[in-house]
């Protein structure tokens, strides 16, 4: 089964406005990680969390190991927002990564 | 950010021939891993490897797959042989790997074709 559940699979935004994805995990994991996917298939990394929050720019990440799940806020989305996102969990061993089903992100002007 | 490269970034291959994916990590990391992604899914973890071996694999990670890092050069997927299944964008990435961070970067793909 899914053991990185992303929600919501598609979310279609006006520019300027807010919105959060997230992430719940049905496994153990000690960090996470979450990345941008443009068009052309490339990933940028957006955060790698412990437990807490991580702010950088319009993108704010919170982990919460206790009830295994982290967000992803994007304030003021931009048009070059748009792309696929993806959580991904450590599995506990820090040594390979078990990625969600990821949310397209659609801006629109 | 640290990049990652890969080289190619499209290959076409016919069925059964051999494959070899390469990628040149960030210079001072120490783990590095593949990953498969079929269009349109999420990205399935393969592999990692560290200090010169295997430490896990998937069961994605087929008998005709293998990996290697000689002396330093680049990282290699080797397929052989290629089969239609294995048709999708192979990622390599990398990460210092101590408990100061495991952060993982990615390369940008490399898109395999298997006719």
């Known amino acids: 089964g899914d053991q990185v559940k992303q929600s919501p699979s598609a979310l279609s935004l006006q520019e300027g406005t807010n919105s959060a994805l997230r992430c719940n995990f049905s496994i153990a994991t000690t960090t996470v990680q979450w990345f941008l996917q443009n068009p052309r298939g490339s990933l940028m990394n957006l955060f790698y969390?412990?437990?807490g929050t991580k702010e950088n720019g319009r993108l704010k990440s919170t982990f919460n190991s206790k009830e295994s799940y982290s967000t992803l806020h994007i304030r003021d989305a931009q048009l070059e927002d748009s792309g696929t996102y993806f959580c991904?969990?450590?599995?506990?061993?820090?040594?390979?990564?078990?990625f969600g089903t990821g949310t397209l992100l659609s801006v629109k002007p | 950010g640290p990049k990652v490269l890969q080289i190619p970034s499209h290959q076409i291959i016919d069925m059964g021939q051999m494959v070899t994916l390469n990628c040149d990590p960030v210079s001072n990391h120490l783990y590095f891993y593949w990953y498969k992604q079929i269009l349109g899914q999420q990205m399935e973890f393969l592999v990692n490897?560290?200090?010169?071996?295997?430490?896990?694999k998937s069961k994605l990670f087929k008998d005709q797959f293998s990996v290697e890092r000689p002396d330093g050069s680049y990282f290699t997927l080797k397929i052989q042989p290629t089969a239609l299944e294995d048709s999708a964008v192979y990622f390599c990435?990398?990460?210092?790997?101590?408990?100061?961070?495991?952060?993982?970067?990615f390369g940008p793909g490399t898109r395999l074709t298997v006719l």
């Open positions: 969390l412990v437990p």
């Open positions: 991904a969990a450590d599995g506990g061993s820090g040594n390979k990564l078990i």
């Open positions: 490897f560290y200090n010169g071996k295997v430490m896990e």
């Open positions: 990435a990398s990460s210092l790997g101590n408990w100061a961070s495991y952060e993982q970067y």
